[in-house]
Structure formats: structure tokens, C-alpha cells
């Protein structure tokens, strides 16, 4: 069984500040992460994924995260945030074989203040 | 390119109601899921299915239950309503396979409220 522990329930920043949003996890097996996005209203969008390779991963509109390992972490990170940016994120692992059903976080609501 | 389709996107029950909660993808995919979320919490699995015909309980499949009849369509039906069952509901397809493991894609949901 794995688990999600979003650090995390609110940021609020100032736009053009950074910010990192926390995700740590624990399983038994092989994992993927991801971290999924939702205004509101709306459904989950995809922001960005670890499967393999590569340990910091981006998405296109500037988000990084970063999977270590040793620290079971997969923590988000952009260096300077928009007032678009507001929303909920969601951290997710999925079994790497089986049913590959998505764990997730409680979610974190990022405020980005003018 | 519709993706994952959920209907309706609100409903509101009285207590003993049954309802279905539709969901079909365009995509393909083989993998899907129902999922719920409740206010301040993050998505929990009620059901998933790897095919046509094979489904298999999640987390919280207790007052539910699925079909798939078909690679498109992913029904969730509730029997007898219960206000605990008040959440927003989700699904979700994914193409999986023997090496190739895809992200999930949501649908915008359906709220649901029972009073």
C-alpha cells in the first residue's frame, strides 16, 4: 500500500515569488509520482510525472519537482509564480504494475496574492 | 478530442434514491476509474477497471457499483443514496500496458449532493 503526506494545506505567496509545495511518500513497491492541478470547478489536469530517468522532471509552464529517493520526496517548485497559478495541487502515486490507481494527497491550495 | 466525459455535471437525490453516474472516454484506453472527493481531502478510489468486463473495488466501493460493458463506457451506480455519499465524483482512463505506464486523465465531474 503506498500513502501521500502533503506538508502542506495553504501557501500564500506574492506573484513573482517562489515557492515549493511538499510531497513526501512511502511504499513497498515501485511507484510513479505525479502532480496533478485543479481550478476550480474543474476536473484534475495533469502538471507533471516522474516514471523513469531523469529525477527532476518540468512541466511547461514552469513547474519542476524533484524525485529523491532516499528521502521519499517528489517536492514542486516554481521560481517565480503567477496570479493564474492559483489553485489546488494535488501530489499521486500509482503502483508501477497491477491496478495502477492513483494515492493522493489532501492537496495543497496555492494563494498567489498581488 | 472530448477525452473523459462525465454526466450530469450536478444532482441532487433525496435519501433512498438510485442514480447513475455515466462516464465514457474516446481515448481507447483500457484502464478506468471512479474516484471521489471530499471537501478538503484528496481523491479516494471507489472502483477501477483494467477491461471490458473485469472491474475490482478500491478503497471506498461500499454503496456502489460498476459496469463495463464496453472499452468506452465506465457507469457508477449508486442504490440507495446516502447523505455520507455527498462528494464530487471523478473519472478517469489511462492506457497501461506490459511497458508502458500512461497518466490518467480526468473527467470535470459530477457533484452530487444527497439531502
Known amino acids: 500500500a503506498q500513502s501521500v503526506t502533503q506538508l502542506d494545506s495553504q501557501v500564500p505567496v506574492f506573484e513573482e515569488a517562489p515557492v515549493e509545495l511538499r510531497c513526501n511518500y512511502s511504499?513497498?513497491?515501485?511507484?510513479?509520482l505525479f502532480w496533478y492541478v485543479q481550478y476550480p470547478n474543474q476536473g484534475l489536469q495533469l502538471l507533471l510525472k516522474?516514471?523513469?530517468?531523469?529525477?527532476l522532471v518540468e512541466s511547461i509552464n514552469g513547474f519542476e519537482a524533484e524525485f529523491n529517493k532516499s528521502q521519499t520526496s517528489f517536492h514542486l517548485r516554481k521560481p517565480s509564480v503567477h496570479i493564474s497559478d492559483t489553485a489546488e495541487y494535488f501530489c499521486?502515486?500509482?503502483?508501477?504494475?497491477?491496478?495502477?490507481?492513483?494515492?493522493f494527497g489532501s492537496g495543497t491550495r496555492l494563494q498567489v496574492q498581488p | 478530442n472530448a477525452g473523459v466525459t462525465q454526466t450530469p455535471k450536478f444532482r441532487i437525490l433525496k435519501i433512498g434514491q438510485s442514480m447513475t453516474l455515466q462516464c465514457t472516454q474516446d481515448?481507447?484506453?483500457?484502464?478506468m476509474y471512479w474516484y471521489r472527493q471530499d471537501p478538503g481531502m484528496g481523491l479516494k478510489l471507489i472502483y477501477y477497471?483494467?477491461?471490458?468486463?473485469?472491474?475490482d473495488k478500491g478503497e471506498v466501493p461500499n454503496g456502489y457499483n460498476v459496469s463495463r460493458s464496453t472499452t468506452e463506457d465506465f457507469p457508477l451506480r449508486l442504490e440507495l443514496a446516502a447523505p455520507s455519499q455527498t462528494s464530487v465524483y471523478f473519472c478517469?482512463?489511462?492506457?497501461?500496458?506490459?511497458?508502458?505506464?500512461?497518466?490518467?486523465?480526468f473527467g470535470d465531474g459530477t457533484r452530487l449532493s444527497i439531502l
Open positions: 511504499s513497498s513497491v515501485s511507484v510513479y
Open positions: 478517469a482512463s489511462s492506457y497501461s500496458g506490459e511497458n508502458s505506464n500512461q497518466p490518467q486523465h
Open positions: 481515448m481507447n484506453h483500457n484502464y
Open positions: 499521486a502515486v500509482s503502483e508501477a504494475k497491477g491496478r495502477r490507481a492513483l494515492t
Open positions: 477497471s483494467v477491461g471490458a468486463g473485469i472491474t
Open positions: 516522474y516514471l523513469s530517468g531523469s529525477t
